[in-house]
């Protein structure tokens, strides 16, 4: 704990945190005003005009009213993600950038020890991100549902399903970004890369499946799982949507991906040399 206590008050002490803090804020408006635009389309009786059958399966279920509310009280998942990666990199970074590490290690010559420390504050730092745009989530869409004249679905336990789920998920990029701190020891490239990955890469591996999918079939699509921000959107569906795997694969995804950053993380932190 002592470990842990030391990690958390390294973030506190630097100006990152806070300052990716402010950065969320304005992120989460926008993601609520594309969500809400996005939610509006969705309810109209323009949104199946020329749509094909497979395409109005998915958007009736996309229009249900647990899915639609789902889709606002985990609003800012996306971006929401990229900045707990980012923040849970640079626990591990900092350390080189501040040549601090050297030291670190000496202290604490169990260097196992000090990276799942590393991994623990970054979990907690996760949680409490969650926790503020969970609360901002509950604020605000309860009133984008009531202006698209949908009930609160409060009540519903798939709402807060997704809630918990988009939990693990903060927790799980958390783990993520610690082991990509790891493998990317500069802090100005580990950001970059992490950042043109996440958001080219996500994008760019969406079109690159569709096409596919044009070619070899629709079972293509179903591939895109395999991203790990699309497999945290699956996640945190109201209800099994056609077309898409079960929610459990996006989470059995991103479990992996999670399980893999830490051991291979921990394993490299304490081979490599550190001077």
């Known amino acids: 704990m002592n470990l842990v206590r030391a990690e958390l008050l390294k973030i506190r002490s630097t100006n990152t945190w806070w300052i990716f803090g402010l950065i969320t804020l304005p992120l989460w408006g926008l993601a609520l005003l594309i969500n809400w635009i996005q939610s509006n389309f ?3 009786p323009a949104a199946t005009e020329g749509a094909s ?3 109005l399966a998915q958007m009736a279920a996309a229009a249900e ?3 639609v509310a789902t889709n606002l009280y985990t609003n800012g998942q ?3 993600l990229l900045i707990v990666m980012l923040l849970a990199a640079i626990v591990v970074t900092n350390e080189y ?3 601090t590490a050297t ?3 000496l202290v604490t010559p169990r260097r196992e020890s000090i990276i799942i420390a590393k991994f623990a504050a970054a979990v907690i730092l996760s949680a409490l991100f969650w926790l503020i745009t969970t609360a901002l989530n509950l604020i605000a869409a309860p009133i984008v549902l009531s202006s698209l004249d949908v009930g609160t679905q409060l009540g519903e336990p798939a709402v807060w399903r997704a809630i918990g789920l988009n939990g693990l998920a903060y927790v799980l990029w958390a783990i993520l970004g610690v082991g990509a701190g790891v493998l990317i020891r500069s802090q100005i490239g580990a950001t970059i890369t992490l950042s043109t990955v996440y958001i ?3 994008f760019g591996v969406a079109l690159f499946v569709g096409l596919l999918a044009d070619k070899f079939g629709d079972w293509v699509n179903k591939l895109q799982v395999l991203v790990p921000p699309i497999a ?3 996640m945190i569906s109201g209800t099994e949507l056609p077309g898409n795997p079960p929610r459990w694969v996006g989470a059995l995804v991103l479990i992996g991906y999670a399980l893999v950053a830490g051991v291979l993380g921990t394993w490299i932190a304490k081979r490599r040399d550190v001077s």
């Open 232 to 234: 945290s959107g699956l």
């Open 65 to 67: 009213s647990v899915n």
């Open 97 to 99: 950038f501040h040549q």
């Open 42 to 44: 969705l309810l109209s």
């Open 200 to 202: 080219l890469g996500t």
């Open 78 to 80: 996306f971006f929401g």
């Open 103 to 105: 030291t670190t290690f």
């Open 53 to 55: 059958a497979d395409d």
